[in-house]
């Protein structure tokens, strides 16, 4: 299956105990810019050493670098009146561009590995302001300026970047594509 694989079922409760993670690492509070760059990162950095996200989000490529869509979609909408969604109950946007984490998600999810990752992620680029990330991000080579759109960044686009063979590509295409199969069976019951 060449290009465009099966996705992954986006795992909420996965992203916010990321995103948890980075945000106490940072004193709970961050500009919501920089937080989505730094789990990006962490994706990508998790897909070059193992094949496999860490969100498991959907990518973009918008003005300011590349995307995890579904984490912007809970900051921009949050929950509807009455509501709460994982992300929402432990995530809250407030102030000026930024989140704050309100509640503490736990991380039973995240492997060790996934907490080295994330903990890699915050030591080497933590310290930047926002801008200083957008710039970096600018020059991966998965990362297409949109012109004020958004263009999806598919794992095959991520892999090719981090140097992976097209035969390496091509198995951890098929994996992430069982996996999703399974998940979608899962999740159907």
């Known amino acids: 299956m060449k290009g465009k694989s099966m996705r992954l079922h986006f795992n909420e409760v996965k992203a916010t105990q990321a995103a948890a993670r980075l ?4 004193g709970t509070r961050m500009k919501y810019l920089k937080l989505i760059k730094l789990l990006y990162l ?7 050493r193992w094949g496999r996200p860490i969100t498991t989000d959907h990518y973009v ?4 670098g590349p995307v995890l869509s579904e984490v912007l979609k809970r900051i921009d909408d949050g929950s509807a009146p009455g509501e709460q969604t994982f992300w929402t109950s432990h995530i809250i946007p407030c ?36 801008w200083a990330i957008v710039d970096f991000v600018h020059t991966l080579p998965e990362w ?5 759109s958004a263009i999806p960044i598919e794992y095959r686009e991520i892999l090719k970047a ?9 198995a951890i295409e098929n994996e992430l594509t ?3 199969r399974v998940d979608a069976l899962c999740t159907a019951r």
């Not at 945000?23 to 940072?26: A, E, F, I, M």
């Not at 962490?42 to 070059?48: G, H, I, Q, T």
């Open 61 to 64: 490529s918008m003005d300011n």
């Open 95 to 130: 102030g000026d561009w930024d989140v704050q984490l309100i509640a503490d998600p736990a991380d039973g999810q995240l492997s060790e590995a996934e907490d080295e990752v994330l903990d890699l992620i915050f030591d080497q680029y933590g310290h930047r302001n926002r």
């Open 162 to 170: 981090v140097n992976k063979s097209e035969e390496e590509i091509q």
């Open 23 to 26: 945000l106490k690492k940072r």
């Open 178 to 180: 069982g996996l999703a």
């Open 144 to 148: 297409q300026d949109p012109s004020g």
């Open 42 to 48: 962490a994706d990508r950095e998790a897909l070059s």
